[in-house]
């Protein structure tokens, strides 16, 4: 049988922008099908998150006309990652791959063909990589960038440049369905399952139509989001500062006894120094380790799996034999 295929698109407030990028979507997944890469069965599935404008009702209207078009909606909005993984959850019992794409054509559909040839090859996850950020102003291209050397810097594995354009397989998803988090970044938690991944690039455009529903106050979210819900680094620096400031503090001591002995201080300077000193360290290393284990707790809390197993040797059916081993 033949792969089915649901691409995924988050709609926020996008009228102007759907009824034109809705066609171009219905006519890369036709081509698709004609190709036989695909199932007839594959479909087009928007996620409505909560739009105040009329992005519902022409979400409603476009499956009416066309069978490849279905759509979800929330019941508020919850943003834009909150969105694509409902739209996967929805999918993922119902197809063989998801491509979760924007809907404002900014991400190239023709990088599709690429990803699920990739997928026949092999790979479960395929993620879509910019190849360049020219269409983006300075600020954006600086300070994106700036977030993905940060994150790996703490630790947490993204793909540099990728940001939600993705193929991903529902034996994936299944497994990502694990992941009880509430905390959502996506594009750093798909690295977490493992299985054979690839990247394929391309070049990014600007928006067809209407706005960005991501100014900074946002994009600064979700970069908080992404370091604290994938690394517990930060806490590591409160420790470490401590024990440099701890090691310094002890020099002060030192120095302040110095000082008191060599008799150019007023009374009680030393003792005054010496405590400040000794106290602000022993604080913050006190701080440091009661951190190690809210990191701790808080990785436990998630519940996230401790192993996924992608591959098992086959089990060879001898009749003869009494122990029977059933995968
Ligand atoms: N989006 C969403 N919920 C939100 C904000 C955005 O579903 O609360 C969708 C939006 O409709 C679009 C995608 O997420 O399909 C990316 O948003 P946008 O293009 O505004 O972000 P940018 O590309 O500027 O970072
Ligand atoms: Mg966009």
Same mark, same amino acid.
């Given at each position: 049988?033949?792969?089915?295929?649901?691409?995924?698109?988050?709609?926020?407030?996008?009228?102007?922008?759907?009824?034109?990028?809705?066609?171009?979507?219905?006519?890369?997944?036709?081509?698709?099908?004609?190709?036989?890469?695909?199932?007839?069965?594959?479909?087009?599935?928007?996620?409505?998150?909560?739009?105040?404008?009329?992005?519902?009702?022409?979400?409603?209207?476009?499956?009416?006309?066309?069978?490849?078009?279905?759509?979800?909606?929330?019941?508020?909005?919850?943003?834009?990652?909150?969105?694509?993984?409902?739209?996967?959850?929805?999918?993922?019992?119902?197809?063989?791959?998801?491509?979760?794409?924007?809907?404002?054509?900014?991400?190239?559909?023709?990088?599709?063909?690429?990803?699920?040839?990739?997928?026949?090859?092999?790979?479960?996850?395929?993620?879509?990589?910019?190849?360049?950020?020219?269409?983006?102003?300075?600020?954006?291209?600086?300070?994106?960038?700036?977030?993905?050397?940060?994150?790996?810097?703490?630790?947490?594995?993204?793909?540099?440049?990728?940001?939600?354009?993705?193929?991903?397989?529902?034996?994936?998803?299944?497994?990502?369905?694990?992941?009880?988090?509430?905390?959502?970044?996506?594009?750093?938690?798909?690295?977490?399952?493992?299985?054979?991944?690839?990247?394929?690039?391309?070049?990014?455009?600007?928006?067809?139509?209407?706005?960005?529903?991501?100014? /900074?106050?946002?994009?600064?979210? @979700?970069?908080?989001? %992404? =370091?604290?819900?994938?690394? &517990?680094?930060? *806490?590591?620096?409160?420790?470490?500062?401590?024990?440099?400031?701890?090691?310094?503090?002890?020099?002060?001591?030192?120095?302040?006894?110095?000082?008191?002995?060599?008799?150019?201080?007023?009374?009680?300077?030393?003792?005054?120094?010496?405590?400040?000193? /000794?106290?602000?360290?022993?604080? @913050?290393?006190?701080? %440091? =380790?009661?951190?190690?284990? &809210?990191?701790? *707790?808080?990785?436990?809390?998630?519940?996230?799996?401790?192993?996924?197993?992608?591959?098992?040797?086959?089990?060879?059916?001898?009749?003869?034999?009494?122990?029977?081993?059933?995968?």
């Amino acid at each position: 049988m033949n792969t089915i295929l649901y691409i995924i698109i988050p709609c926020y407030n996008e009228e102007t922008v759907l009824p034109i990028t809705s066609k171009m979507f219905l006519d890369k997944l036709t081509s698709l099908i004609q190709s036989n890469t695909i199932s007839n069965s594959s479909r087009i599935l928007f996620v409505n998150d909560g739009s105040k404008d009329k992005t519902w009702e022409i979400i409603c209207n476009l499956a009416k006309q066309d069978e490849h078009f279905i759509g979800i909606s929330q019941s508020r909005n919850r943003g834009h990652q909150n969105a694509v993984l409902a739209g996967l959850m929805e999918a993922k019992d119902k197809c063989d791959i998801t491509i979760s794409i924007d809907c404002d054509g900014q991400d190239d559909i023709n990088a599709m063909d690429e990803m699920v040839e990739q997928y026949k090859q092999g790979c479960e996850i395929v993620y879509g990589v910019r190849s360049k950020r020219d269409t983006d102003t300075f600020f954006k291209r600086f300070t994106a960038e700036g977030f993905y050397k940060l994150l790996n810097w703490m630790g947490a594995e993204v793909v540099y440049n990728h940001a939600d354009y993705r193929l991903v397989s529902s034996r994936v998803l299944k497994e990502f369905a694990n992941f009880k988090e509430v905390n959502l970044f996506l594009r750093g938690m798909f690295p977490l399952v493992g299985f054979k991944s690839t990247s394929v690039y391309y070049e990014r455009h600007e928006r067809i139509a209407g706005e960005s529903h991501y100014p /900074l106050t946002k994009m600064l979210s @979700l970069a908080f989001d %992404g =370091i604290t819900s994938l690394s &517990i680094k930060p *806490i590591r620096i409160i420790t470490a500062l401590g024990t440099v400031i701890a090691g310094l503090s002890f020099l002060g001591v030192i120095w302040s006894i110095v000082m008191r002995f060599m008799g150019n201080v007023v009374a009680g300077w030393s003792s005054m120094t010496c405590i400040i000193c /000794l106290i602000g360290g022993v604080q @913050l290393v006190c701080l %440091g =380790i009661l951190g190690e284990y &809210i990191g701790k *707790i808080y990785m436990e809390v998630k519940h996230r799996p401790r192993y996924i197993i992608s591959e098992r040797t086959e089990v060879k059916d001898t009749s003869n034999s009494h122990k029977k081993v059933h995968y």
